[in-house]
């Protein structure tokens, strides 16, 4: 599974940088696939493990945040791994 979230920390004021790094870090930490850029960050692989590491970034930036929005995307497809690689090259390759 691929799952691609996005956190935002409220209640911090505008500067979030710190709270979403706290959340990426969970991700980085965890070592699955990942890949973060400036509206999401998406990570791949099991169901259990990936929420769970959704759940404990939610929890790292709920610990400096008084509230926490969660968006999430998720493309379930069961005995495709590596996906979030295979999906872009299949789309580089049709580019030319």
Do not use: C, Y
């Amino acid at each position: 599974m691929i799952v691609a979230f996005s956190i935002t920390p409220l209640g911090v004021g505008e500067g979030v940088a710190e709270p979403v790094a706290r959340a990426v870090k969970v991700v980085r930490d965890s070592g699955l696939p990942n890949q973060t850029d400036a509206m999401f960050t998406t990570i791949e692989g099991e169901w259990d493990e990936v929420m769970g590491v959704i759940k404990r970034a939610v929890d790292a930036v709920a610990e400096v945040a008084p509230r926490v929005g969660l968006v999430l995307k998720a493309d379930l497809r069961a005995g495709v791994t590596d996906g979030m690689t295979s999906k872009v090259e299949s789309l580089e390759r049709h580019l030319g």
